[in-house]
């Protein structure tokens, strides 16, 4: 059975703090995003990785970075968490042949104050 | 990328099929069809794909017309989980310059 796993299911953090979602598959897909949707703006997708060490900046990648290390592993990085980054956080893999396929992870709900 | 069009909201009965028509007049040659459904708290999931005719799984079918420009997800006989927004996605591959956009989806609400 197909698994994206989210390191917490919910986060509260301070302003200005460094803050890391870590998000784990067991698919062996090459491709992993990160998303973050907010209630009338939908899911907007942040960064896409289609292969180990390698980033594509999504619609909203200002103040963000992500770090792609393992195959299987995505991260997520707000290097000076803000208000506005309150969210949901959403992780999804694909294989490279089926990008629209995605896997989605369970979500994590920041909450930075 | 092509962008999408879909009733905001939906209200339907137990028992009864429900489609969904999701418009993208700007689809491009090599583009895909892509729904997929969430429930609330959860992320998103892969429902079914196509390029064009008719596609059928276990969940759903997809109809899409010669032109596709337009597509309807139908869902037979829903039931009370079948509550959920439903995203209809167009697109060929999240590369730079196309990406993956899902709108603001169309709500379904199942009553008994």
């Known amino acids: 059975d197909v698994k994206v796993t989210q390191s917490s299911r919910y986060l509260v953090k301070r302003t200005g703090e460094k803050v890391f979602l870590e998000c784990v598959q067991d698919?062996?897909?090459?491709?992993m995003f990160w998303y973050r949707q907010d209630p009338g703006l939908g899911l907007r997708l942040i960064y896409f990785?289609?292969?180990?060490?390698?980033?594509e900046k999504g619609d909203i990648p200002e103040g963000y970075s992500v770090s792609r290390e393992k195959k299987e592993r995505f991260s997520l990085i707000l290097e000076s968490a803000s208000t506005n980054q309150t969210s949901m956080y959403l992780c999804a893999s694909s294989l490279r042949a089926s990008p629209y396929e995605q896997y989605f992870g369970p979500g994590t709900r920041l909450t930075v104050t | 990328l092509a962008k999408t069009t879909q009733p905001i909201s939906m209200d339907s009965y137990e028992g009864q099929e429900v489609n969904i028509t999701c418009s993208h007049n700007?689809?491009?040659?090599?583009?895909?069809i892509t729904w997929y459904q969430q429930f609330p708290s959860q992320g998103p999931r892969f429902i079914i794909q196509g390029y064009k005719t008719k596609v059928t799984n276990e969940v759903a079918s997809l109809f899409i017309p010669a032109d596709r420009k337009s597509s309807t997800l139908s869902l037979p006989r829903v039931s009370l989980s079948d509550t959920a927004v439903y995203y209809c996605l167009v697109g060929d591959s999240p590369n730079a310059g196309n990406m993956l956009t899902f709108g603001g989806g169309t709500r379904l609400m199942v009553k008994p």
């Open positions: 700007n689809i491009a040659t090599n583009d895909y």
């Open positions: 698919m062996d897909h090459e491709n």
């Open positions: 990785s289609y292969d180990v060490k390698m980033k």
